[in-house]
């Protein structure tokens, strides 16, 4: 699996066509993949177990809940005198402000009551669905792309199976080991697009030589829906905004 991870990274062509040839080219695709988002997700997970395990963390939840509470109550007693019309709401009123204290601490107090389960295991819980969902993540993208790749590969003239499309695709997703760096705040956005840039040519690649296309023809069957559907969005960001002025200008 080393092999098929450097093959992909470095665009082997022996790799791909040994991969599409193979009878288990799809499970080593998807092999991949499955390492790949364990390894992001484990990192992940582990910085935020470190992360969610301090005591300021736990602080900061509790602030934070009390500030959900206490922001809108602020807000309505700021707005309640001008549309307070009648007695007993003008009553009502005054009884919130006389308790505001009382309520702030009972938020405070329930913020503080002990969890279902200890803080420990309930952090280790969280990281283990985290690197769990990472695999799912990734496999969810990648179907998505495969899929629109292939019908457009297949209208552009590609003799590739499903198969082939499926498992040569998924080594798109080897440059997201890089993703198990997002954590870095200076460097993660960066190595999040060089990842993203890197994984689309690795897709070209893939799909020229499942199908047997020259490289335009690849690039132009990976990037072919995707436009369409920027186009679409663009049309239709256009055709509310025109009908927005029009029923403005009634």
């Given at each position: 699996m080393i092999?098929?991870?450097?093959?992909?990274l470095t665009?082997?062509?022996?790799?791909?066509?040994?991969?599409?040839?193979?009878p288990?080219?799809?499970r080593?695709?998807?092999?991949l993949?499955?390492?790949?988002?364990l390894?992001?997700?484990g990192?992940?997970?582990?910085?935020?177990?470190?992360?969610?395990s301090?005591?300021?963390r736990?602080?900061?939840e509790?602030?934070q809940?009390i500030?959900?509470?206490v922001?809108?109550m602020?807000?309505?007693?700021?707005?309640?005198?001008?549309?307070?019309?009648t007695?007993a709401?003008?009553?009502l009123?005054?009884?919130?402000?006389?308790?505001?204290e009382?309520?702030?601490?009972?938020?405070?107090?329930?913020?503080?009551?002990?969890?279902?389960?200890?803080r420990?295991v309930?952090?280790i819980?969280?990281?283990l669905?985290?690197m769990?969902?990472m695999?799912?993540?990734y496999l969810?993208?990648?179907m998505?792309?495969?899929?629109?790749t292939?019908?457009?590969?297949?209208q552009?003239g590609?003799?590739?199976?499903?198969?082939?499309?499926?498992g040569?695709?998924?080594?798109?997703v080897?440059?997201?080991a890089?993703d198990?760096l997002?954590f870095?705040?200076m460097?993660?956005?960066?190595?999040f697009?060089i990842?993203h840039?890197?994984?689309?040519?690795?897709?070209?690649?893939?799909?020229?030589?499942?199908?047997?296309?020259?490289?335009?023809?690849a690039?132009?069957?990976?990037l072919?829906?995707p436009?369409?559907?920027?186009?679409l969005?663009?049309?239709?960001c256009?055709?509310l905004?025109?009908?927005?002025?029009?029923?403005?200008?009634?």
């Amino acid at each position: 699996m080393i092999d098929t991870f450097n093959g992909a990274l470095t665009l082997s062509q022996t790799l791909f066509k040994g991969m599409r040839e193979s009878p288990e080219v799809v499970r080593r695709g998807l092999t991949l993949v499955l390492l790949v988002g364990l390894l992001v997700g484990g990192v992940q997970a582990l910085s935020a177990m470190i992360t969610n395990s301090s005591s300021d963390r736990m602080t900061a939840e509790i602030d934070q809940t009390i500030t959900a509470v206490v922001t809108p109550m602020e807000q309505s007693l700021q707005q309640q005198p001008r549309d307070a019309t009648t007695d007993a709401q003008r009553e009502l009123l005054q009884q919130i402000k006389d308790n505001k204290e009382g309520i702030l601490k009972l938020t405070r107090t329930m913020a503080e009551l002990p969890r279902p389960l200890p803080r420990p295991v309930s952090v280790i819980f969280q990281g283990l669905g985290q690197m769990a969902s990472m695999p799912l993540s990734y496999l969810g993208s990648l179907m998505l792309a495969v899929v629109f790749t292939h019908i457009a590969a297949r209208q552009l003239g590609g003799q590739g199976t499903i198969q082939q499309m499926l498992g040569l695709g998924a080594l798109s997703v080897a440059p997201h080991a890089l993703d198990a760096l997002n954590f870095i705040p200076m460097f993660g956005v960066t190595l999040f697009l060089i990842a993203h840039a890197w994984g689309l040519v690795i897709l070209v690649v893939a799909t020229g030589v499942a199908h047997r296309l020259d490289s335009g023809r690849a690039t132009l069957a990976v990037l072919l829906y995707p436009l369409i559907g920027v186009l679409l969005l663009l049309l239709g960001c256009c055709a509310l905004f025109i009908i927005t002025l029009a029923g403005a200008g009634r």
